[in-house]
């Protein structure tokens, strides 16, 4: 996977952020544990299906998704996991698992999950389980305009 698409986007927008290479890593913690970045800043995006459509719930990686929660917050009757078969066509530039939490260049709406929005910086993968991008939180919120909620517990 190319993190190009992601950079360029960044770039084009002028935000500061750091580019940030690890030792392979197939899950969130893994991914923070490896790139020396504190768990509860390390955002993890997971794919979710409401009512049959799909988002990007993104939450701190030692977080888990409340699916009762999650579905009054958005009024929907039925939330549960995206299959790796439903959602990997969606990103063909990205490894399976390593999706940034950028549904706005995916066409896909994002929950952040407001434990998230504590932080004044995130970190989180870069499209590939070697790369990961740091940037403000501020910064992304303003890129990707998601809808905060809660929808998490530890």
Do not use: W
């Not at 990007?56 to 939330?79: C, H, W, Y």
């Not at 399976?96 to 066409?107: Q, R, V």
């Amino acid at each position: 996977m190319s993190i190009n698409r992601l950079i360029e986007f960044l770039d084009q927008n002028k935000v500061k952020y750091t580019r940030l290479a690890h030792t392979k890593a197939y899950t969130a913690q893994e991914a923070a544990a490896t790139a020396h970045v504190p768990g509860k800043e390390m955002a993890k995006t997971v794919i979710v299906k409401l009512d049959g459509r799909m988002f990007m719930a993104v939450l701190p990686a030692s977080f888990n998704i409340d699916f009762e929660q999650l579905k009054r917050m958005t009024g929907t009757e039925n939330a549960e996991l995206a299959t790796e078969q439903e959602f990997r066509e969606r990103f063909p530039d990205c490894d399976t698992g390593a999706m940034p939490p950028f549904g706005n260049l995916y066409d896909m709406d994002v929950f952040v999950a407001d434990k998230l929005t504590e932080d004044e910086e995130i970190a989180f993968n870069a499209g590939s389980h070697t790369d990961m991008i740091k940037m403000n939180y501020a910064d992304f919120e303003k890129l990707v305009k998601p809808k905060v909620i809660k929808f998490s517990y530890a």
